[in-house]
T-cell receptor
Framework: GAVVSQHPSRVICKSGTSVKIECRSL??????MFWYRQFPKKSLMLMAT?????????EQGVEKDKFLINHASLTLSTLTVTSAHPEDSSFYIC????????????FGDGTRLSIL | RKEVEQDPGPFNVPEGATVAFNCTYS??????FFWYRQDCRKEPKLLMS???SGNEDGRFTAQLNRASQYISLLIRDSKLSDSATYLC?????????????FGSGTRLSIRP
């Protein structure tokens, strides 16, 4: 089946640090990748849709200058949380769509980010 | 109103019981529907897609009611390993983009 790799799985760093998270589709080409954030006992919240070779589409309320997304190839998208603060601590999950219409989505393992 | 709504639960049922979850969606133009399973502190995993005619996969049955805009998931003969959070997901098209919106999830706990 389709495999999506996300790295790193766990990050603990000081406030003000920028953190980069990678999302790779290992055995298929993903035209579209999605970035989600999930707070404890809450739903997955879509942050942005990332299309290869073009600018990401951000959801309302998500700061594009805070969460930088780069989708340089059909197998790699990165999310950089710039100048992270404790309120950015969350579970960040990427997903990649294998077929048309963004479905179904295959998720990476997620990155648990803790900002001290 | 949220675009996709679920009863958060938790549902606490004995092993072997049948349990059903419902999920409602607000966008009548939604085209695709899914159920995902998420274990604690893990990523969601696709459980099954939901087709208009309803579909079954072993102990799991999914149904779609377009008129009432809800989808359901039925789990028969529940196992301890079924304990997880179940997320419904709906494909939503906004302008030229297509994205999937998740419900907040329903927690299920199966007791021996």
């Amino acid at each position: 089946g389709a495999v999506v790799s996300q790295h790193p799985s766990r990050v603990i760093c000081k406030s003000g640090t920028s953190v980069k998270i990678e999302c790779r589709s290992l055995d298929f080409q993903a035209t579209t990748m999605f970035w989600y954030r999930q707070f404890p006992k809450k739903s997955l919240m879509l942050m942005a849709t990332s299309n290869e070779g073009s600018k990401a589409t951000y959801e309302q309320g998500v700061e594009k200058d805070k969460f930088l997304i780069n989708h340089a190839s059909l197998t790699l998208s990165t999310l950089t949380v710039t100048s992270a603060h404790p309120e950015d601590s969350s579970f960040y999950i990427c997903s990649a769509a294998q077929g048309a219409g963004s479905q179904p989505q295959h998720f990476g393992d997620g990155t648990r980010l803790s900002i001290l | 109103r949220k675009e996709v709504e679920q009863d958060p639960g938790p549902f606490n049922v004995p092993e072997g019981a049948t349990v059903a979850f419902n999920c409602t969606y607000s966008n009548s133009a939604s085209q695709s529907f899914f159920w995902y399973r998420q274990d604690c502190r893990k990523e969601p995993k696709l459980l099954m897609s939901v087709y208009s005619s309803g579909n079954e996969d072993g102990r799991f049955t999914a149904q779609l009611n377009r008129a009432s805009q809800y989808i359901s998931l039925l789990i028969r003969d529940s196992k301890l390993s079924d304990s997880a959070t179940y997320l419904c997901a709906v494909n939503s098209r906004a302008s030229s983009a297509s994205k999937i919106i998740f419900g907040s999830g329903t927690r299920l706990s199966i007791r021996p």
